[in-house]
């Protein structure tokens, strides 16, 4: 089979991780076997140095995405800025000669920036997804998908999900064999089930400025394996009903049942990385009605089963 054209896209201030990720999965890693001629390229060619004081030399201009079978953009340093005039057009031109075009991690900015995105389905880091809503609503933004290929429209999650997104395009071109055999000589796995939702900071209040509710907050958290009322929560911190649930609700920003869901979540997964608990005795304890219930607001939440979380942050000690 012939050698597949990889353009890749250097900037000034790049991050080396984010373009040694397709440099290694397109570069020479099966030396025996080369699928991919990867050449770097950049506005202006010659050495071009990195946020850390790396350099990297672009051998060709941006022409050469003009010639790329595939064009991938790995990084964008500022959220805040528009792309040159000069790669606006030399992704549209890739994409109009039927390229597939690539935004890993914050890449992903770029190709929206140039109009590819409007009314297609993308992926960007979760740290960066609330302005990326705010700058382009015209995109469908997958929250929580590792990578998303809308008609060779590729874009990625943040930093090792660059790695997920070039291997499916390896299997894409070249199949799941060859796909595997890269993934085994970099020690990762080929394919990684659920998205990006597992690794989402999502922090539940600690405190709040109500001192009566961060009291109950107390409460709850050293009894989550109890079945709670809203009339008995409300008894607890001596007020109505009505008056609790709207004190909590501005406290929290949550109602009781989100905030207790969440913080038994955030428990349940403590559990499953630190012990050796079995999933229904951590569903138990940390206050679900059934194990069934606990695997189902797991994955609704984190995109993942109990057991694949384990795995993925114990190992198969765990």
């Not at 900037?11 to 050449?39: C, D, K, N």
């Not at 990297?56 to 010639?67: I, K, N, P, W, Y």
């Not at 970099?186 to 597992?198: K, L, W």
């Not at 189902?296 to 795995?311: D, I, L, T």
Request: net charge neutral.
């Amino acid at each position: 089979m012939n050698q597949l054209k990889v353009a890749l896209i250097v900037m000034p201030g790049f991050s080396p991780f984010h373009i040694s990720a397709p440099a290694i999965i397109f570069g020479p890693v099966l030396p025996e076997q080369p699928l991919f001629h990867l050449q770097y390229c950049a506005e202006r060619p010659g050495m071009v140095a990195s946020e850390q004081g790396m350099f990297v030399e672009a051998s060709g201009d941006l022409s050469a995405a003009a010639q790329a079978d595939i064009v991938i953009v790995p990084w964008w340093p500022h959220l805040e800025a528009s792309p040159s005039p000069a790669l606006i057009a030399a992704l549209r031109e890739a994409r109009q000669r039927g390229a597939r075009v690539v935004g890993l991690c914050l890449g992903t900015w770029v190709l929206a920036r140039a109009g590819l995105l409007d009314g297609r389905r993308a992926a960007t880091h979760w740290e960066s997804e609330a302005d990326f809503v705010r700058h382009f609503p015209q995109v469908h933004l997958d929250t929580n998908a590792l990578y998303v290929d809308d008609d060779g429209l590729i874009t990625s999650a943040g930093t090792a999900a660059s790695l997920d997104c070039c291997l499916y395009i390896v299997r894409q071109y070249c199949g799941s064999r060859i796909a595997n055999r890269i993934a085994r000589r970099m020690v990762i796995p080929p394919y990684r089930e659920g998205g990006q939702a597992q690794f989402i900071e999502r922090p539940v209040p600690e405190t709040t400025r109500d001192t009566h509710i961060n009291t109950l907050l107390d409460h709850l958290r050293n009894n989550l394996d109890s079945q709670h009322s809203l009339d008995t929560l409300a008894h607890f911190v001596a007020m109505s009903r009505r008056t609790f649930t709207r004190h909590f609700q501005r406290a929290t920003g949550m109602s009781v049942g989100e905030w207790l869901t969440a913080e038994r979540l955030s428990r349940s997964q403590e559990l499953l990385e630190s012990s050796s608990h079995s999933v229904d005795f951590i569903a138990s304890t940390t206050g679900f009605q059934s194990p069934v219930t606990f695997r189902q607001r797991f994955k609704a939440r984190y995109g993942v089963s109990p057991s694949e979380w384990r795995r993925t942050f114990r190992g198969k000690e765990g």
